[in-house]
């Protein structure tokens, strides 16, 4: 079993929707909790931080973090064509930054 | 401010050949890791080097290898190049590194490597 799990998709959305990015965890140790959106043949961009339980927001962006549960999401209000691109969980545990496997989204006009 | 610098951009390569690839860090970072994208297996961490020492090593083979000069710049290496080590090899950069917490980790544009 992975350490991280994240669902592949792809996901495909209408534009405006709104888009639930999800990872389950099995290591109890993970402390910091990041998502990062990349695009085709582009390296990861670092959207969202975060290292306790709740919710995080940054404009269309929110972050959330269970860690009883061991779960973390992103959601995307408002989705546009621009979101189109691959979104990667990621999690830090010591000195080692683990990657869920991607879930390509892409928003339609 | 400048961001990650990864240079070659792209490259391609024979079986049994090396290669080695170079990450310049954003100014101030001390802490230089590395990583390998592939469709199959996603982005695995390989190591990372902080003020020149590794740090800590990915379950990579020993043909996978690097080092990191006192102005943080990082080199990777890879030795008898296989089929499999064609993907992308991504540098990032922090200031603390990935045990420092409470900072972020920024990644180039990465390297792509093609072995024939």
């Known amino acids: 079993q992975k350490e991280v799990e994240q669902d592949p998709g792809p996901l495909s959305v209408p534009e405006g929707a709104i888009v639930s990015l999800n990872c389950t965890y099995s290591?109890?140790?993970?402390?910091?909790f990041m998502w990062y959106r990349q695009y085709s043949r582009k390296g990861p961009e670092l959207l969202m931080y975060t290292y306790s339980s709740g919710n995080k927001e940054d404009g269309r962006f929110t972050a959330q973090v269970d860690k009883s549960s061991k779960y973390i999401s992103l959601f995307i209000r408002d989705s546009q064509p621009s979101d189109s691109a691959t979104y990667l969980c990621a999690m830090t545990v010591t000195d080692k930054l683990i990657f869920g496997t991607g879930t390509r989204l892409q928003v339609f006009p | 401010k400048a961001g990650v610098t990864q240079t070659p951009r792209y490259l391609i390569k024979t079986r049994g050949q090396q290669v080695t690839l170079s990450c310049s860090p954003i100014s101030g970072h001390r802490s230089v890791s590395w990583y390998q994208q592939t469709p199959g297996q996603g982005l695995q961490f390989l190591f990372e080097y902080f003020s020149e020492t590794q740090r800590n090593k990915g379950n990579f083979p020993g043909r996978f290898s690097g080092r990191q000069f006192s102005n943080s710049r990082s080199e990777m290496n890879v030795s008898t190049l296989e089929l499999g080590d064609s993907a992308l090899y991504l540098c990032?950069?922090?200031?603390?590194?990935?045990?420092?917490?409470?900072?972020?980790?920024?990644f180039g544009e990465g390297s792509w490597l093609t072995v024939v």
């Open positions: 290591n109890s140790a993970f402390q910091y």
């Open positions: 990032a950069s922090s200031l603390a590194g990935l045990a420092g917490g409470g900072n972020t980790i920024y």
